[in-house]
């Protein structure tokens, strides 16, 4: 089991009570849709997981170590087996597309012979080969989402959370990074994918934990969506 | 740590000095005016440290004897003093030559003193007496002062009270101007980290969520308050050495009596301590922002 949470909890200073009692188990490889109206407590769970914010109540397990009771200098462990995918892509501007991959290396103390070699397999994996000295000012939306993907899988994490990766792109552009993130997917990562876009959801035949108004209502396979 | 990690900690360092060229050079100035302040200060306290310790030094006690004392009953006398532990030296000063130095002084007004005085010297013999530990001349005088065959005692009481407390002063004053100015420096230090920050939070953001160190992500901004304080502190130092060494050759052959500082191992050892104090302000200024602004 790699994410395991048992009644979670979650109110924030000002009230607002964001999860309420969520217990799931997320499996290592599967492929996972988080789908709810806004604030039903999507973005609140990811940053559970990534240990943005604490729980109120309950328990977090992520890669059989609970992220309620890490100390503080383990967290950075933590964020090293999750890579993140962003709906604005959060690239650095004055940064190539090879700069923003190495990045991610570079900051976790990769030695530069492994991380020339690594950017260039992941941006030839992700279809960028040959864009790596471009601006992201001058990719398309769609490229820039490629470089986000890039980044995130780039250490090899177990577990991809992608917030909205398709929110910002259109309809064929938003099909690419579905089969990207799938591609990723079979190859053993675990993807969480919080999402608005019900034809792709639809359309993936995956497993669907749907959250309203903090609580999980409903969670299962396919296209039966409330 | 890595070759490359270094590389990488003194190019974001550079690049955000960089980036906010006018403020860096404004702080790196108030750093340099700081020190600079602050080593003037202490120069001048250890200068007129000096000039006390001179002055104090200078500070004696006059004795003056009963006219009916004989030789032996002043000799006794001046045994007694010799071993009082308080006393560093005592000089026996004979009437004749107390009239001597008084006319001296006196300058051309001499012939008429001698006028008047008729060949008849009204000065009693006297001892001159050094104190041990020049803030102790007002007990040792009032110990003195009770001895049989003494008639009378002077001495600079109200020379040594006022140069006390000019002393404590000149402390007191260059204490708070060094503090008030250490404060600003800092307080400019931790603003351009500050903005350092913001304009770099993407960035950090990025870093925490790949699972860059805290501190991984905090060392490159102490860098850069480092390098900051250490421009600073590098122009104050030069321009304080300079000056001081310009005034030692222009000014000590002019004013001999002056007691100023010229032991280079003293002056470095200021220079030395005031990098450290530079530099310091840099890493508090720094760390003062990276603990509030810093979420990481």
Not at chain 1, 83 to 98: I, R
Not at chain 2, 78 to 101: E, G
Not at chain 2, 211 to 228: D, K, S
Request: with cysteine; aromatic share 8%; glycine share 6%.
């Amino acid at each position: 089991m790699l994410v395991q949470t048992y009644n979670v909890s979650k109110m924030y200073s000002n009230g607002v009570k964001a999860l309420s009692d969520v217990t799931l188990k997320i499996d290592r490889g599967e492929f996972v849709f988080l789908m709810g109206p806004s604030g039903a407590g999507k973005s609140t769970f990811i940053k559970l997981l990534m240990r943005e914010e604490l729980p109120s109540r309950g328990q977090i397990f992520v890669a059989g170590r609970s992220v309620v009771r890490m100390k503080s200098g383990d967290i950075p462990l933590l964020r090293r087996n999750i890579g993140v995918v962003f709906q604005d892509f959060k690239l650095l501007e004055n940064k190539t597309v090879f700069e923003n991959v190495a990045f991610a290396m570079q900051v976790v103390g990769a030695p530069p012979y492994q991380i020339k070699a690594r950017v260039e397999e992941t941006l030839t994996m992700v279809g960028l080969k040959g864009r790596e000295s471009s601006f992201p000012s001058q990719l398309s939306g769609g490229e820039q989402q490629r470089v986000g993907i890039a980044r995130a899988i780039v250490n090899h994490p177990l577990i991809v959370i992608a917030d909205e990766p398709t929110g910002n792109l259109d309809f064929d552009t938003s099909w690419e990074i579905m089969d990207l993130l799938a591609e990723i997917n079979k190859k053993g990562t675990t993807i969480i994918m919080a999402t608005h876009a019900q034809d792709i959801v639809r359309r993936m035949r995956k497993r669907v934990i749907f959250l309203e108004k903090g609580a999980v209502v409903s969670d299962s396979v396919g296209e039966s969506i409330a | 740590m890595r070759w490359s990690t270094l590389k990488y900690f003194f190019r974001e360092a550079r690049t955000s000095l960089a980036r906010n060229r006018l403020l860096s050079l404004a702080t790196a100035t108030t750093v340099s005016i700081c020190v600079f302040i602050l080593g003037l200060a202490i120069l001048l306290y250890m200068n007129s440290g000096e000039v006390i310790h001179k002055l104090e030094s200078d500070v004696e006690i006059v004795a003056f004897l009963d006219k009916d004392l004989s030789p032996r009953e002043r000799d006794q006398l001046q045994d007694l003093l010799t071993h009082n532990p308080q006393v560093l030296s005592v000089t026996f000063v004979p009437r004749d030559q107390a009239l001597k130095s008084l006319e001296k002084k006196l300058g051309d007004r001499e012939y008429a003193l001698m006028e008047t005085l008729e060949g008849n010297n009204p000065l009693p013999d006297s001892f001159k007496i050094k104190a041990r530990d020049p803030q102790k001349v007002a007990s040792l005088a009032a110990t003195i002062g009770k001895l049989e065959g003494i008639s009378k005692l002077r001495y600079g009481q109200d020379l040594v009270r006022k140069l006390f407390t000019a002393t404590r002063w000149i402390r007191i004053i260059s204490l708070f101007i060094v503090v008030f100015l250490g404060m600003a420096a800092v307080f400019l230090v931790a603003t351009t980290i500050r903005l350092t920050i913001f304009s770099r939070r993407k960035e950090i953001y990025i870093m925490k969520l790949v699972g860059a160190t805290n501190r991984f992500i905090q060392a490159p901004f102490f860098l850069e308050g480092m390098a900051l304080a250490a421009a600073g502190t590098f122009f104050a130092i030069i321009f304080l050495a300079c000056g001081y060494y310009y005034l030692i050759d222009n000014v000590k052959p002019a004013l001999a009596f002056l007691p100023l500082i010229t032991d280079n191992r003293v002056l470095l050892e200021l220079f030395l301590s005031l990098a450290g104090a530079g530099i310091g302000l840099g890493i508090i200024g720094t760390f003062i922002s990276v603990n509030k602004f810093l979420d990481v």
